[in-house]
T-cell receptor
């Protein structure tokens, strides 16, 4: 069974430029998550989707970040414009359902460097 | 709100000796607790999870953890370290009946010396 797929794996951009990350969850997983992981820290949730609906986006900086999950499968996370402080690893995860006991399956992440 | 404290940012052991990674949690509801491992340039992988069944939880690769409510702890152990265990380990809590989102600790980097 294929795991969570993310692309690109690495991205280097200049500040003020836009950038987008793509995620393909495990087949059949209805719930999709985007996390931000700063260096030396644990991941922090940015947004959670149940099918097409964003059910928790309280931690998403909406002035520059946006996300979508068309058709309830793949998802895209966008930053426009990027700032130096956005340099981090962006992780995508998926799970079969929702709830505190659900196991989340993580992709390898996209490492972003903003110059 | 729930929170997690990993008591050691770095742990160094010799191959073949026991591993202990310490984790304390705070939760207003019944917690679910997880340990994830992250190898360099790899995705986070679930080692084990506690979801209010048996308090001693066995996971993959010989790891286990014990849920102690009185001590609000969920320490990760392994009897004998292997070189391949070198990685970053994250203790994670979520709340049944609460926000249900995962809250990660800051991680413990495990080094295994030959």
């Amino acid at each position: 069974e294929a795991g969570v797929v993310q692309s690109p794996r690495y991205k280097i951009i200049e500040k003020k430029q836009p950038v987008a990350f793509w995620c393909n969850p495990i087949s059949g997983h209805n719930t999709l998550y985007w996390y931000l992981q700063n260096l030396g820290q644990g991941p922090e949730l940015l947004i959670r989707y149940e099918n097409e609906e964003a059910v928790d986006d309280s931690q998403l900086p909406k002035d520059r970040f946006s996300a979508e999950r068309l058709k309830g499968v793949d998802s895209t996370l966008k930053i426009q414009p990027a700032e130096l402080g956005d340099s981090a690893v962006y992780l995508c995860a998926s799970s079969p359902g929702t709830g505190a006991q659900e196991t989340q399956y993580f992709g390898p992440g996209t490492r972003l460097l903003v110059l | 709100a729930q929170s997690v404290t990993q008591l050691d940012s770095h742990v160094s052991v010799s191959e073949g000796t026991p591993v202990l990674l310490r984790c304390n949690y705070s939760s207003s509801y019944s917690p679910s607790l997880f340990w994830y491992v992250q190898h360099p340039n790899k995705g986070l992988q679930l080692l084990l999870k506690y979801t209010s069944a048996a308090t001693l939880v066995k996971g993959i690769n010989g790891f286990e953890a014990e849920f102690k409510k009185s001590e609000t702890s969920f320490h990760l152990t392994k009897p004998s370290a292997h070189m391949s265990d070198a990685a970053e380990y994250f203790c994670v809590v979520s709340e049944q009946g609460g926000s249900e989102k995962l809250v990660f600790g800051k991680g413990t980097k495990l080094t295994v010396n030959p």
